[in-house]
């Protein structure tokens, strides 16, 4: 599965960047992307990775079975983090979740659009048939994104989730079919590539 890693991508502007799955070498500049974001960034993650040994546990702990880590690189730099996430067993094995961060400064340079693309195309290679997105409703930009890429809402739970400071919001659930992925995604590569990508 990870035979033609790492891949190089080209972003909005030309930056070019290396795509990977997560190794256990990667803790140190992991941890430092992750410190390196925004405290707001950060509120709304599901781990707190401002504790290295949450970054120890999961670089430790890597089980592609379970959850695919793919990491981008500029240089030597971790600028975008992409996670699929999926069940080996029971009634949901065909769905896959994902989870994504990239780093302030690559955003709307289409490094979001690259990972999405690279966890879809492993969604496939899985087996697997609708992926979900989850994020708290305050993450409006997040939310934008998914859309973007097809994803639609199918639930809003009210104050279901805490973020890092103890506030609850309400859980947003996004999800997509891969088969109508493809299309849309192609397409928008297309145009990032016909404007300058």
């Known amino acids: ?12 502007g030309g930056t070019k960047v290396m795509l990977r799955p997560m190794e256990k070498k990667d803790e140190k500049a992991l941890y430092e992307f992750f410190n390196g974001l925004k405290p707001g960034d950060r509120l709304f993650l599901k781990d707190d990775v401002t504790d290295q040994r949450v970054i120890h546990e999961w670089v430790e702990d890597i089980d592609y079975e379970k959850i695919i880590p793919i990491l981008a690189f500029d240089g030597e730099k971790v600028i975008g983090d992409a996670t699929l996430h999926r069940s080996e067993h029971g009634w949901s094995r065909h769905v896959g979740e994902i989870r994504m961060v990239t780093a302030s400064g690559y955003r709307r340079r289409g490094l979001g659009l690259v990972l999405a693309k690279e966890i879809f195309l492993l969604a496939q290679l899985l087996g697997i048939e609708k992926v979900q997105a989850e994020m708290m409703d305050s993450q409006q930009g ?16 009210n104050d279901y ?4 400071q103890g506030r609850k919001h309400n859980l947003v659930i ?4 891969i088969s109508r992925l493809w299309e849309r995604m192609d397409k928008m590569l297309l145009d990032m590539e016909d404007h300058g990508g």
């Open 1 to 12: 599965m990870f035979k033609d890693y790492p891949k190089e991508k080209r972003l909005k």
């Open 142 to 157: 997040a939310i934008k994104v998914f859309e973007t890429i097809g994803f639609q809402k199918e639930a809003v739970l």
């Open 161 to 164: 989730v805490k973020d890092l």
């Open 174 to 177: 996004m999800t997509q079919d």
